[in-house]
């Protein structure tokens, strides 16, 4: 679970809420279904007009990336490339075929399958380097699509207020409701700034930070795999890729060890 991720949610819903009701408000002024309907049916059309379907509909299978991201993969990596590498040098890479199965990780089982097939280090770089280029390509759309709806629900939002006042200029004979209309019409305007704000564009940025995690984590693989058919040794192995590790996950991995 990331904690800063619903932290953030929480810290942000309350400090709003909180704000409002300190001011005399109640949350009834700002539960409007009709506004609601109004932003987030228009952003969500305003995006599908922009994205394929595919890649919205991968976008909101991402989301949860957001708030549950799995600690101390890259410790368990090295941990696992070391054991190849070490069963390697003792029998040949040929004696990892018998693992290639028990391989989840798509990207290193890949490469590791080239390996076993002889293929060549330099070959085998250009090879999955491609295959990097390519996986990139389609996950930088994922966040990017959370960044427009961060664009468009914030004039969603203008536009549902002008909906509103339209609505309300034309029921000014009765002045004692112009004034609640108005507030009415302004909620719109507030759901599409607080979506953007505090949902679409945060959720964009974490998620790029998880995009650059997956891509250290193939470049860590590739050149474990590499490493492995150069034949390098284990203990050299483990600490070229230690280099990868962020300060943190190093002082994790130096408390275990």
Known sequence: M?????????LAIVGIIA???LEGGNLGQIFQPTAAMIVFGGTLGAVLLQFPLKTVLDAFRRLAHVFFHPQDQNLQLIETLVAFANKARRSGVVSLDG?????EEPFLRQALTLAVDGTEPAELRKIMLLSMDSRAEGEDRIPAVFESAGGFS??????GAVLGLIQVMQH???IEEVGKGIAVAFVATIYGVAAANLFFLPAAGKLRIRVRDEHQRREMMLEGVISILEGTNPRMLEVK??????EREQETREQAA
Do not use: M, Y
Request: aromatic share 6%.
């Open 2 to 10: 990331d904690k800063a991720s619903f932290g953030g949610v929480l």
């Open 19 to 21: 704000g409002l009701l």
């Open 241 to 246: 890729l230690s280099g990868f590790l962020e």
């Open 154 to 159: 914030p004039t969603v939002g203008i536009l």
């Open 172 to 174: 000014l004979d009765k």
């Open 99 to 103: 693992d290639l199965e028990k391989i």
